[in-house]
């Protein structure tokens, strides 16, 4: 018989939920790490004769399910969290967050707030997202200290910023960052084109070159409003998803964030098209923008995403939260109970936001040879009890407190609650910091 393989982790859950095959629940099994890799999922009996892992881990009362992916989110505006509440987008926009984005947003407040976001993202089992804001080089500073995988987003904006003056300096700066950073292995890129109504076509144009050159998504704000259409109709006489498609920018590489407002015609477009929605229901209902239509989406077979959007207009950056929401908005507005059920809820905040990222065959499920981003949930807490089904439980009982561990590339980055990778009492100081000299102002 052959001595046993020495590895570096085996993990002995509950239930592994490796959500594809979807509806898939393994009792009674380990999964076996290999570096920053899962090397195998086998049942338990197998384990001992099969692996020596240098750390073996019981975790009798949780599930372990892939890492979740926020699929949109502005993280460093962590530091704008209640900053201006209960206005509509435009009011927001113009009268409170863009003048204090123009008056404190640096590479320090950046590199700041997200690594406040990654702390809190982290501890809540998101292990990978999808960021658009200014100095994009200090949130993928900060995501690479956290140990936490970065879509970094290449923002590009017609307005002038503390970042870049214009739109050919925002391209630049951020296509500086992607040639220097496109081999880090938690780092990879998208082309962050703001929205319909604050990018021109010249500069639509650009982004569109420059994402086919690079091979990288395209991920912008659209149809978030009844506004936004209006102004679009009267600016360019179409509305924002016919003018995007126009310029060539509707494919498989799209990502639609929020998507709240569409008509058949438009559903059927974006899915003829092979686009994505990031859909993020918690930020729509804040800015009163509406309820995205998940199940048309869903039925028409377009792949879905969720994001938590920034935490000025959520305020949490917690995917469990997205996703009960997601699950129960979609019910409530069908009238149909059986819509977004709980394996679907899931699926959408791991492999569809992996899916859209580009990034599916490396992440978002718990299958062999996929990187180890992974998630251990303590289902043991009396709001979780009595489990019958631990998938259902995930949706509409468990919360960010209940993430106990949580892996990104086969290292532990939270342990026990704790964080590993960066110093909370450090990280809480600083905002406390920034929220004394925006309070002053
Ligand atoms: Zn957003």
């Known amino acids: 018989m052959q001595a046993p393989q020495p590895v570096d982790l085996r993990l002995d859950p509950a239930?592994?939920?490796?959500?594809?095959?979807?509806?898939?629940?393994?009792?009674?099994?380990?999964?076996?790490?290999?570096?920053?890799?899962?090397?195998?999922?086998?049942?338990?009996?197998?384990?001992?004769?099969?692996?020596?892992?240098?750390?073996?881990?019981?975790?009798?009362?949780?599930?372990?399910i892939p890492g979740l992916v926020n699929l949109h989110t502005h993280a460093a505006m962590t530091l704008l969290r209640g900053y201006a509440d209960d206005r509509p987008l435009m009011t927001w926009l113009n009268d409170y967050i863009w003048p204090a984005e123009r008056k404190w947003?640096?590479?320090?407040?950046?590199?700041?707030?997200?690594?406040?976001?990654?702390?809190?993202?982290?501890?809540?089992?998101?292990?990978?997202?999808?960021?658009?804001?200014?100095?994009?080089?200090?949130?993928?500073?900060?995501?690479?200290?956290?140990?936490?995988?970065?879509?970094?987003?290449?923002?590009?904006?017609?307005?002038?910023?503390?970042y870049a003056a214009d739109p050919d300096g925002y391209l630049q700066k951020g296509l500086a960052l992607r040639d220097a950073m496109r081999h880090h292995p938690l780092v990879s890129f998208c082309m962050a084109p703001h929205a319909?109504?604050?990018?021109?076509?010249?500069?639509?144009?650009?982004?569109?070159?420059?994402?086919?050159?690079?091979?990288?998504?395209?991920?912008?704000?659209?149809?978030?409003?009844?506004?936004?259409?209006?102004?679009s109709l009267e600016q360019h006489g179409v509305r924002p998803l016919a003018r995007l498609h126009g310029l060539g920018m509707l494919g498989p590489d799209f990502i639609a964030v929020h998507a709240v407002h569409l008509e058949p015609a438009e559903m059927a477009l974006m899915a003829e098209h092979g686009c994505h929605v990031a859909h993020c229901p918690?930020?729509?209902?804040?800015?009163?923008?509406?309820?995205?239509?998940?199940?048309?989406?869903?039925?028409?077979?377009?792949n879905v995403g969720l994001g938590t959007d920034g935490p000025a207009s959520n305020?949490?950056?917690?995917?469990?939260?997205?996703?009960?929401?997601?699950?129960?908005?979609?019910?409530?507005?069908?009238?149909?109970?059986?819509?977004?059920?709980?394996?679907?809820?899931?699926?959408?905040?791991?492999?569809?936001?992996?899916?859209?990222?580009?990034?599916?065959?490396?992440?978002?499920?718990?299958?062999?040879?996929k990187e180890a981003d992974m998630v251990a949930v303590d289902l043991s807490a009396a709001h979780a009890q009595p489990c019958y089904d631990p998938v259902s439980?995930?949706?509409?009982?468990?919360?960010?407190?209940?993430?106990?561990?949580?892996?990104?590339?086969?290292?532990?980055?939270?342990c026990e609650r704790q964080c590993q990778t960066l110093e909370a009492a450090q990280v809480l100081a600083r905002a406390r910091h920034w929220r004394d000299r925006l309070a002053r102002s």
């Open 15 to 64: 239930w592994i939920i490796p959500v594809r095959p979807e509806g898939l629940v393994l009792t009674d099994h380990a999964l076996i790490v290999s570096g920053a890799r899962i090397l195998d999922i086998l049942p338990c009996t197998e384990a001992d004769s099969h692996y020596a892992p240098t750390q073996h881990r019981r975790l009798p009362d949780h599930a372990l």
């Open 105 to 162: 947003v640096s590479a320090e407040f950046v590199l700041d707030g997200t690594r406040l976001a990654c702390l809190e993202m982290l501890k809540g089992g998101v292990t990978c997202f999808n960021d658009m804001y200014f100095f994009p080089e200090a949130g993928v500073q900060a995501a690479t200290e956290a140990q936490q995988r970065i879509v970094a987003g290449i923002i590009v904006i017609d307005f002038a910023s503390n």
């Open 196 to 231: 319909p109504y604050s990018v021109g076509d010249r500069s639509l144009e650009k982004v569109l070159t420059y994402a086919k050159q690079l091979d990288l998504p395209i991920h912008i704000h659209v149809h978030e409003t009844e506004d936004e259409i209006r102004g």
């Open 282 to 302: 918690t930020s729509n209902l804040k800015l009163a923008s509406g309820i995205a239509p998940t199940e048309a989406l869903l039925a028409g077979g377009i």
């Open 315 to 369: 305020n949490r950056l917690d995917l469990w939260q997205e996703m009960r929401l997601a699950a129960l908005l979609a019910k409530g507005y069908t009238t149909r109970p059986e819509v977004v059920p709980a394996q679907t809820a899931l699926r959408m905040v791991t492999l569809d936001g992996a899916r859209a990222l580009g990034l599916e065959e490396r992440i978002g499920t718990l299958e062999i040879g």
């Open 393 to 414: 439980q995930l949706v509409y009982c468990a919360d960010a407190a209940d993430v106990t561990h949580v892996w990104v590339a086969g290292r532990e980055v939270v």
